[in-house]
């Protein structure tokens, strides 16, 4: 399903690469970070260059057709909306500020919120009528932003305080929800009526004004009508994923269903190691963080290119510890047009469980589940059982953190896999009272869980394997695993079947942490999901349409 987006004349356009020509990035900044994308063939990620449409200077972005003869270029400034259809007020007993929306209004906020899926937009403002919040809601929901409740948008407000609100704005993309006078009236002032050839200037209920043009000087109006639309159609939403880790970034792009059905379109990673800049200092280079809105901006344009409805971009461990992680984020969000998700260790730990509960399912009983997600700079760690979690934590235990900070030769040596014992055994000091409440088995979930998993089928059927879903591997399985990995060099553990070239320095590490936490913790095995952050991210915005 490709998302509903306005275009001169009342169309709708559709957010593609087809819009118009991308330059090709430097082939230095090409080859500086490598991409990966999926191969259903092999169930694996192979190493892909991308082509120059493939890799634009920027994200395709939307232009719309000039609504007067001789209208200059230029990005959309104000979405000006009137709110959907509401209860009529005579059939209404309470106060008129509160008259909910109807049914059709419902379906016409969803079909704003379709419009607005990955459209430029940094600010909400709504009136306090209710009818225009829940017009503009479900909007800020999936984009990650507030609303903004400004009288000066209230029915019946003087005109001169909207507008000096309006000037306020400035250059950020912003959505106002308001009543059909104010409409008329901020059309008529920003002189609107010169440039449409539509007389007089309306807006109907769900309906929108596009307003653009350089500065504060309005070149060009497009008038949009309303959508009327279902929160998830039959076919269910297409919803993209940017899940920018501390090892990689990585996308995934699937169909995705209000009963939690997920069905991939589209996964591509790019190979940043974040979290080692971040351990070398507490700021993140200005270089790697170009770097990393770089790829952010590639993998948007993968999005797009399948058109993807709903992008959600989430930040974990390295933007949490780096002192300027907040501030990337928000930059990332800004050149994106889409707020970036920072995301607490306790979140990202519930976002986690939340995809395992639904993908492996856990059992009934006194013994609580434990989910671990070991990544890149952190391991989150849930207890969790049928109804929901009970406790969650995170530990600075990710596999290229400690790879960072104590492997230094290959193979790993003994006294740095004893310090790699040591730090994972120190870390669990102050939980191990929790977590000696969980069942005999863990539930592990992230990249290097997935390709020991990998491994470990690969020596049972060389020829290959389907999707890992719930894959057990026993605690000593688990160690001997370990130490082969531990005692081969890094060609070596490339030359072993299943493994995957992008994990082959730092499985050793991971292995060993995993096999030190199933020791401490007296687990007989651990249960591997295939799903995780990303998915648990999908599963979470589905509940939030």
């Not at 700079?377 to 406790?391: K, N, T």
């Amino acid at each position: 399903m490709e998302p509903a987006w306005p275009a001169a004349g009342g169309g709708v356009g559709v957010l593609s690469r087809r819009n118009g020509a991308v330059p090709a990035r430097p082939p230095a900044v090409r080859s500086a970070h490598p991409h990966f994308r999926w191969d259903p063939a092999a169930d694996d990620y192979s190493l892909w260059e991308p082509s120059p449409i493939d890799a634009p200077i920027r994200p395709p972005g939307i232009r719309f057709v000039a609504a007067h003869p001789g209208a200059l270029e230029s990005e959309v400034k104000l979405y000006l909306a009137r709110h959907a259809k509401a209860q009529r007020r005579d059939s209404w007993n309470g106060p008129d500020a509160f008259r909910p929306l109807t049914d059709r209004g419902e379906r016409q906020a969803h079909g704003l919120q379709a419009r607005f899926a990955a459209a430029p937009l940094q600010v909400i403002l709504s009136s306090p009528a209710l009818r225009c919040r829940e017009s503009v809601e479900g909007i800020a929901t999936v984009r990650g932003l507030g609303v903004e409740i400004e009288a000066s948008f209230d029915e019946g407000a003087p005109l001169e305080k909207t507008m000096a609100r309006i000037a306020t704005l400035g250059d950020q993309p912003a959505l106002v929800c308001t009543h059909g006078d104010l409409v008329r009236g901020i059309l008529a002032a920003l002189h609107v009526d010169r440039i449409h050839d539509s007389t007089p200037l309306g807006c109907e209920k769900g309906a929108m004004w596009l307003l653009e043009g350089p500065g504060d000087r309005v070149v060009r109006a497009t008038y949009v009508p309303p959508l009327e639309a279902d929160p998830l159609v039959a076919g269910g939403t297409r919803i993209a994923v940017m899940d920018l880790g501390s090892t990689t970034f990585s996308l995934l792009v699937a169909d995705a269903t209000r009963d939690g059905e997920i069905e991939p379109v589209l996964r591509e990673k790019v190979s940043l190691r974040l979290g080692a800049a971040v351990a070398d200092g507490p700021k993140i280079p200005e270089s790697v963080c170009k770097d990393a809105v770089e790829a952010v901006r590639v993998l948007l344009a993968q999005a797009a290119s399948v058109h993807a409805e709903i992008v959600v971009p989430v930040a974990t461990a390295a933007f949490r510890e780096a002192s300027n992680g907040r501030d990337l984020a928000k930059r990332i969000g800004k050149e994106i047009g889409v707020p970036v998700r920072l995301l607490s260790g306790e979140q990202e730990a519930r976002t986690v469980a939340l995809a395992v509960r639904r993908r492996v399912g856990f059992e009934t009983g006194t013994r609580p589940a434990l989910v671990l997600d070991l990544g890149g700079g952190s391991l989150e760690l849930v207890l969790d059982d049928a109804h929901g979690g009970r406790w969650d934590t995170t530990l600075p235990l990710g596999v290229a953190r400690l790879h960072r900070e104590i492997v230094e030769t290959d193979p790993m040596t003994d006294r740095e896999a004893r310090r790699i014992r040591k730090r994972v055994r120190s870390a669990l000091e102050d939980v191990l009272g929790d977590l000696a409440r969980c069942g005999p088995d863990g539930i592990v979930t992230g990249g290097t869980a997935r390709a020991l998993a990998r491994l470990r089928v690969a020596r049972e059927r060389p020829a290959g394997s389907g999707p890992i879903r719930a894959l057990r591997i026993s605690t000593p399985e688990l160690w001997e695993l370990s130490r082969t990995l531990r005692e081969a060099n890094h060609d070596e553990r490339l030359a072993m079947p299943g493994m995957q070239r992008r994990r082959a320095d730092l499985l050793p590490a991971g292995a060993l942490i995993l096999a030190t936490l199933a020791e401490r913790l007296a687990l007989e095995a651990y249960v591997v999901s295939d799903w995780g952050l990303r998915e648990g991210a999908i599963l979470e915005t589905l509940g939030a349409i």
